[in-house]
């Protein structure tokens, strides 16, 4: 059984840029969920997909946008970045929507200078 | 609004003794609580997970304990190894999120003194 897998896992972009970050989910997981983890703290919830659709926003501004595919792999696109962007970007797969038994990747180190 | 606290933030063991980690949470409809471990790098690993309807759980040297009505969850590690050195994260179901995701508390940073 193949776990969540994210890719890039280090990215440095300029203030203004776009960025796209992509997760493959937990084989026969049906629902993603994109959470921020800045440094020190604890991961905060961005969006999650269901069954291609978006199944819940946290508090993030629209320049977070997100897609999930016929496979229920997802990305995760930020417009715009800040510096304050920088985190660790983390995707969590489950098999149904909700909260419920999330499994994480290990993340995507963003920078933005 | 609607959070998890988290106490305390650093924690200190020797190898063999006990760690407690304590969460408290304002959602009274709050259901669902997991508790992650993460390593240095690595994304957030659960450990263990308690649901509303059950009082106590437990797996081998890890046990988490839910008190619905004081709105409050723990996490106990026993016979504490270096390789419990982590940062350990409480979560909830809240309400801010239509308790479709997690919401994290602020973590724990345990060393475990060989």
């Known amino acids: 059984e193949t776990g969540v897998t994210q890719s890039p896992t280090h990215l440095i972009k300029t203030r203004g840029q776009q960025v796209t970050l992509r997760c493959s989910s937990q084989?026969?997981?049906?629902?993603v969920s994109w959470y921020q983890q800045a440094l020190g703290q604890g991961p905060q919830f961005i969006f999650q997909?269901?069954?291609?659709?978006?199944?819940g926003r946290g508090n993030f501004p629209p320049r977070f946008s997100g897609l999930q595919f016929p496979n229920y792999s997802s990305e995760l696109n930020v417009n715009a970045l800040e510096l304050d962007d920088s985190a660790l970007y983390l995707c969590?797969?489950?098999?149904?929507?909700?909260?419920?038994?999330?499994?994480f990747g290990p993340g995507t180190r963003l920078l933005v200078l | 609004g609607e959070n998890v606290e988290q106490h305390p933030s650093t924690l200190s063991v020797q190898e063999g003794d006990s760690a407690v980690i304590k969460c408290t949470y304002s959602?009274?409809?709050?259901?669902?609580f997991p508790w992650y471990k993460q390593e240095l790098g690595k994304g957030p690993q659960l450990i263990i997970d308690?649901?509303?309807?059950?009082g106590e759980k437990k797996d081998q040297r890890i046990a988490v304990t839910l008190n619905k009505t004081a709105k409050h969850f723990s996490l106990h590690i026993t016979e504490t190894q270096p390789e419990d050195s982590a940062v350990y994260f409480c979560?909830?179901?809240?309400?801010?999120?239509?308790?479709?995701?997690?919401?994290f508390g602020s973590g724990t940073r345990l060393q475990v003194q060989p």
């Open positions: 969590a797969s489950s098999l149904e929507r909700g909260p419920e038994t999330q499994y």
């Open positions: 084989s026969g997981h049906n629902t």
């Open positions: 997909y269901y069954r291609e659709e978006e199944n």
């Open positions: 959602d009274s409809a709050s259901n669902y």
């Open positions: 308690i649901r509303s309807n059950v």
């Open positions: 979560a909830g179901t809240l309400g801010n999120t239509g308790r479709r995701a997690l919401t």
